[in-house]
């Protein structure tokens, strides 16, 4: 039978996969409505010679995401030469139609360029790329900003057309092109592969797999940089291609998503079909669609509804919840196996003010019954694995957390004597003033640090602490401070680094 700490690695993907796509659902319900404007359908216009004109209206699309680059609703401040503008990221997603986020206008920056007066796109000509008017009052562009050629910009549109809005485009040509310079087309065709580079920076336009959250939920990162970055498995082409498209192009893609057979989906006794047509032109469908599964599945809200509500109560409850309750378990578990009886777990629950339906204890039950090694079995209805339900919270710390950790253990063993750490130098060196029930007044100085100290099993006789009790301890913390920022700020406040 598999070991559970190797299964368990599977149920925190699905869980992961849940969560990211149940908020990604929820923020995009809420676009739809306040954000509606931004997603209406709006066409894309061509000479129709298979050429990229100044002045038309088209998409860009990512080769590595397959989708077209997008902009955000949230604002960003940028540096646009000696002042800062207000601008807005940019992401690539998975719907392909044209709306006011994708729609861009190509234009020329310098009508006396050594182009002359044709209208078409040439290879290295200067251009901007404008965001749509129903997006912005005024004209918005595609913007780099950087202080050197060496650092890395940040991308954004924005209302300057200063030389951070210049772009240059380089051809992608396929190793098999065995074309002369003298038989190649300096003219930027539609659908051909390109790359963006920004003349300010010398960095290229990018978008790979790496998943951002934005105001429409989950889509795909844009960034600068120069060759190709990879995202993750999902990449299908290198980051830093791109290529024009229009409305044909869109057309041509639903017009064979509607000989496929969209995928079945089993909702209680029935099943029905997605519609692979409507997976493409309606993100927030797509999404729905995406959960429901998941769901069917066995790896959505049937599965996981009682976490999603109980692993937050934890997180935001109090900074020592979690740790308490890891405690209680192991003081109840004589074994030191991870496993406690069922009933015991529910009232240890039921102390830390969390109140269960019947249907969630049989979800615990489902999750985490196991027998008495820890192995899940689907008869496991007396024993919980309550190592697996505190893993399932998360990850181990990441290396960002673990370096400040790192830096604060550091410090107390070069105040104490050969290095040997005990509860005194806790007592001298931490400071209550980090603590977060201390700064909102709930809680006294003296009483924040009676709470610190409570957290600490003394079962060395002359109090020692361990690197490997305050890594567990800040391993605990963690998973109950979700944003890395602020808790490397609360480890370095915490012992003054």
């Known amino acids: 039978m598999e070991h559970w700490t190797e299964s368990v690695k599977v149920e925190e993907q699905n ?22 404007h931004t997603l209406v359908p709006v066409p894309t216009t061509n000479g129709g010679d298979g050429y990229v004109h100044f002045g038309d209206m088209l998409t860009l699309r990512s080769a590595c995401t397959r ?13 646009a030469g000696s002042t800062e503008a207000t601008g807005y990221g940019l992401s690539t997603g998975s719907v392909i139609t044209s709306c006011p986020r994708t729609n861009l206008t190509v234009c020329r920056v310098d009508d006396n360029d050594r182009f002359g007066r044709d209208d078409r796109l040439h290879f290295d000509q200067l251009i901007r790329l404008g965001t749509h008017e129903g997006l912005h009052e005024r004209p918005h562009y595609l913007f780099a900003s950087g202080n050197s050629k060496d650092e890395e910009p940040q991308l954004c549109v924005c209302p300057r057309a200063a030389s951070g809005s210049h772009w240059r485009l380089r051809p992608i040509r396929a190793q098999s092109d065995s074309r002369s310079p003298e038989e190649e087309d300096d003219r930027v065709k539609l659908g051909e592969s390109i790359c963006l580079e920004s003349v300010a920076t010398g960095f290229e336009l990018q978008s790979n797999t790496v998943v951002v959250m934005t105001s429409y939920g989950n889509e795909y990162k844009v960034f600068a940089a120069k060759g190709h970055i990879p995202g993750g498995q999902g990449d299908r082409g290198r980051s830093f291609e ?15 998503a509607k000989e496929k057979n969209g995928m079945a989906i ?10 692979p047509v409507a997976m493409l032109k309606d993100p927030l469908y797509r999404a729905e669609a995406q959960l429901a599964h998941l769901d069917a599945n066995g790896a959505g809200e049937n599965r996981y509804a009682v976490l999603t509500r109980i692993y937050p109560i934890l997180r935001h409850r109090d900074m020592h919840m979690i740790r308490r309750l890891r405690r209680m378990c192991a003081a109840a578990d004589e074994q030191g196996t991870g496993v406690i009886r069922s009933h015991i777990f529910h009232g240890l629950l039921s102390w830390v003010c969390i109140r269960r339906t019947r249907e969630e204890a049989n979800q615990l039950q489902t999750l985490f019954g196991c027998d008495e090694t820890g192995q899940l079995t689907e008869e496991g209805r007396e024993l919980i694995n309550y190592h697996r339900f505190l893993r399932l919270m998360g990850a181990s710390m990441s290396n960002f957390r673990l370096e400040a950790v790192k830096d604060a253990w550091k410090k107390l063993e070069d105040s104490a004597i050969a290095a040997m750490v005990d509860i005194t130098h806790l007592q001298r060196l931490f400071r209550a003033e980090a603590f977060p029930k201390a700064q909102d007044g709930s809680m006294s100085l003296d009483e924040a640090r009676e ?6 099993d003394l079962d060395h006789p002359e109090g020692r602490i361990l690197w490997d009790a ?12 979700e944003d890395d920022e602020v808790f490397v700020e609360l480890v370095r406040k915490s012992w003054k680094l």
């Open 451 to 456: 709470e610190f100290l409570r957290q600490w």
């Open 242 to 256: 791109w290529a024009f498209v229009d409305d044909r192009w869109s057309d041509q893609v639903i017009d064979a």
């Open 15 to 36: 869980l992961q996969e849940y969560l990211c796509q149940k908020q990604h659902t929820v923020v995009l319900q809420g676009a739809v409505q306040s954000l509606k």
């Open 67 to 79: 989708g077209l680059l997008q902009v955000d609703a949230a604002e960003t401040t940028v540096s």
């Open 470 to 481: 305050f890594k567990q301890y800040y391993e605990d913390v963690s998973l109950a401070v």
């Open 266 to 275: 089993t909702n209680g006794g029935s099943v029905y079909k997605v519609d």
